[in-house]
């Protein structure tokens, strides 16, 4: 889908730091080590569905076990996002060892010209940062990248334009941002981020247009809330229009390679961020079939039987869903997500970002 086909082109964007310094660098910038959060691969993974409305098993339903599956590739896109700011702060990195403060280069990529900035002690929407890295593409003066940090403790921003970035791979991304907001000095958390993505292109049932994700780690616990929106997805009910938003909160272990989720399928225009009872999975998914079919009950529960909450999974993705059904293996405490609420669909549905001023 044209979202990961963004991810993809960004990760393999690439700068040539091989040509003679411009300007050298009066003073030493502290380029931080990290910048983003790992997922655990159970509850973030690109082995699943990566639609909206995936495949099914051939019955022509969709259940909840596939639905599930394919959470796990939405939440890989937010994490593959983080990863891109993670790469291009190696490029800081080179340009700092090599005491360039301003770099001009040919892309290989589009060809066009591009210029990549390092600066201190810069005011950006009214905050003090000790840092900024910024790239242009220089025949429109277009900003493409901006990255904006304070060293100690490390905290800061990172905004990408794709399309300001590769004009020849992005051209179906015209209007796609994505900003990363990153932070170690949070009193919950060792560190944590909040990926935002706004302006995909959307054409097949279930694209993303937008998401927002906020991840924390905390030791080897990484917890996970967040929506991403589908502007024209069709479940089972090809009446429905209006879209819906993937609506989840997560967690997972780094030591037992376990997660568990909640996953909520409220409209997009929804204005709260208490979903995840009313629009769960088993909820939305038994509406759906209802309005297209006549089904006892007892039909009906025995299709969506994995379509219950929370979900369990390993590294080889979904186990089962089910407050009965915890496997002995998956601690009370763990699976215990209440306290954590996704973001308020109608507010990920409208999510607009732009680089700052």
Known sequence: MKSLKLIALLISFSFLIAC????????RIDIPAQFSVDIPQPISDNGGGLNGRVAGDGDGIIEGNEIYESLRGF??????????????????????????????????????????????????????????????????????????????PVEGIAILKPYNID????????????????????????????????????????????????????????DVMGNSNHPNIEIIDPNYTGGRNYAFVARGDESTDLGVAKLALPPSSTTTDDVLVDFSVFAVLEAEINAVADLDQSIIDAILEEAQSPAYFNNNGFITSGVDNKPTSFDA?????????????????????????
């Open 75 to 152: 939440i890989k896109i937010g994490e593959g996002s983080a990863e891109i700011v993670q790469f291009t702060l190696q490029v800081a990195v080179a340009l700092e060892t090599q005491n360039v403060r301003t770099f001009t280069f040919e892309s290989d990529d589009d060809g066009r010209e591009k210029r990549i900035d390092l600066s201190e002690s810069v005011t950006r929407g009214g905050v003090a940062y000790d840092y900024e890295m910024t790239m242009i593409d220089v025949a429109d003066n277009e900003m493409a990248l901006q990255i904006l940090w304070n060293a100690d």
């Open 167 to 222: 004009r020849r791979e992005s051209g179906d991304a015209i209007d796609a941002y994505v900003r990363i907001d990153y932070s170690e000095d949070d009193a919950n958390y060792d560190a944590t981020m909040t990926v935002s993505i706004s302006g995909l292109e959307t054409v097949e049932n279930g694209d993303i247009d937008n998401m927002k994700m906020f991840v924390g780690k905390k030791g080897d616990i990484v």
């Open 333 to 357: 405490d763990f699976v215990d997500l209440s306290g954590m609420n996704p973001f308020v669909p109608n507010n990920v549905k409208n999510l607009t970002i732009d680089f700052i001023q």
């Open 20 to 27: 003679s310094n411009e300007d050298e660098i009066p003073s």
